[in-house]
């Protein structure tokens, strides 16, 4: 059976799924990352109206106001984007029970045993990128190849709300005109020494000597980067799709000195951690506090569990014990962020002994994300976080 594999990928993923929730946004240059307010950070996502005025994911705050002084600046609200992501997996697990979800906006599935169920790799595309629209309001493209490197450069090519097929066969020449930095994997390092060897295309790039290649790159990435070239690539589609870890962040519009206004939005990042852990029905082992400080250099301070849990009260109580750690350097504040690792999927099983209050809280939090599913996050805040959520939804509503 010959391989086919779809690469999904969404189209400004997070400013979509703002403008599907209000529709008021559809249309204009909308940059997600910071608030009105926000003069540091750097964009997550950026709308194609915004990107005609040269705003691109990752570029800071300071320059994409300066190109885009007229756009609307919001704070972004992972909660509705892991919703609208988990909707469409559900939709693609439709298509084929072989999906890898690559990121919360992007996606692999293998299609070769849904060809005759469907009519062909058109009628899947269609059917994906219809109930795609149809349920969320938001677009994709979607590229169809024989393997998964050349299917993610086609989803590239295509975007945005594209469909491009490579046929079996096909993948060199479909390769051979494009510029080599196209190729997952040639950086700005590895384009500069290729480039130094007269290699512009992807078709020269394939045709190169293997050893002149090992000269500059080394033997194994050398064969790798020459094997993508002539567009040979994994088929293997990893259905397992259980995080590594969970993190949520902030930069501050200015430093911070104040620990007391430092460990609230800790607070507030450790419950938007924990409500995503036990959505997910995960627990964790481990917790990870970061810091970044005035003068950008970041440290990270971590303490491990003796037992995996789901409840907010015992991160929160390993997040205050690290904070010391983090003081320990005079200096003001730019950046922290909580992380959880060490999961694994929630077994909810309790220890004979000593375990009570964690259980009478882990029947409390489920009533506080029931509410949370219905209404959002920010419906329900505990202790330090309340001000700051309640900061956030008035953001949101301008």
């Not at 989803?155 to 020449?173: I, L, N, W």
């Not at 512009?200 to 290649?213: F, H, I, P, Q, Y």
């Not at 590594?244 to 200015?254: A, C, G, L, Q, V």
Request: proline fraction near 4%; aromatic fraction near 6%.
């Amino acid at each position: 059976m010959e391989p086919r594999i779809v690469h999904v990928d969404m189209d400004a993923f997070f400013a979509s799924v703002e403008c599907a929730h209000n529709p008021a946004l559809k249309g204009k240059p909308l940059i997600i990352g910071g608030g009105p307010e926000d003069v540091r950070g750097v964009v997550s996502t950026a709308s194609y109206e915004a990107r005609q005025y040269g705003v691109h994911s990752a570029m800071p705050l300071a320059q994409a106001r300066k190109l885009c002084p007229n756009g609307i600046y919001m704070r972004g609200h992972y909660e509705l984007y892991a919703e609208a992501s988990q909707k469409i997996q559900t939709i693609l697990m439709r298509v084929s029970p072989h999906v890898q979800m690559a990121s919360i906006d992007e996606a692999y599935i293998d299609v070769s045993g849904s060809q005759k169920l469907f009519g062909g790799d058109d009628a899947i595309a269609a059917f994906i990128k219809d109930e795609i629209r149809a349920q969320l309001q938001i677009s994709c493209t979607v590229a169809i190849a024989p393997n998964k490197l050349v299917a993610k450069v086609a989803s590239e090519e295509g975007k945005p709300d594209g469909y491009v097929r490579v046929a079996a066969g096909g993948e060199a020449a479909f390769l051979a005109p494009m510029a080599i930095r196209k190729i997952p994997g040639i950086g700005p390092r590895s384009c500069a020494l290729l480039e130094g060897l007269g290699l512009r295309t992807v078709a020269e790039l394939a045709r190169c000597k293997l050893s002149l290649l090992e000269r500059v790159c080394g033997p194994q990435h050398a064969l790798s980067l020459q094997q993508a070239a002539q567009g040979r690539g994994s088929v293997l589609v990893e259905t397992v799709t259980r995080p590594k870890s969970i993190s949520r962040e902030t930069t501050f519009s200015k430093d911070r000195w104040d620990w007391t206004e430092i460990g609230a939005v800790l607070s507030y990042l450790t419950e938007q951690c924990t409500y995503t852990l036990r959505k997910q029905q995960l627990e964790t082992r481990r917790v990870m506090l970061k810091v970044r400080y005035c003068d950008f250099e970041t440290k990270t301070f971590a303490q491990s569990l003796m037992d995996a849990t789901t409840v907010d009260s015992e991160i929160q109580a390993v997040v205050r014990a690290l904070i010391p750690k983090a003081r320990t350097r005079r200096a003001p504040i730019r950046l922290v962020g909580v992380g959880l690792s060490q999961l694994q999927y929630n077994q909810h099983q309790l220890a004979l002994f000593g375990r009570e209050e964690a259980e009478k809280w882990g029947r409390v939090l489920e009533q506080v994300d029931t509410v949370r599913n219905r209404l959002g996050f920010n419906a329900v805040q505990l202790g330090k976080s309340i001000t700051l959520g309640q900061k956030q939804e008035r953001l949101r509503r301008r």
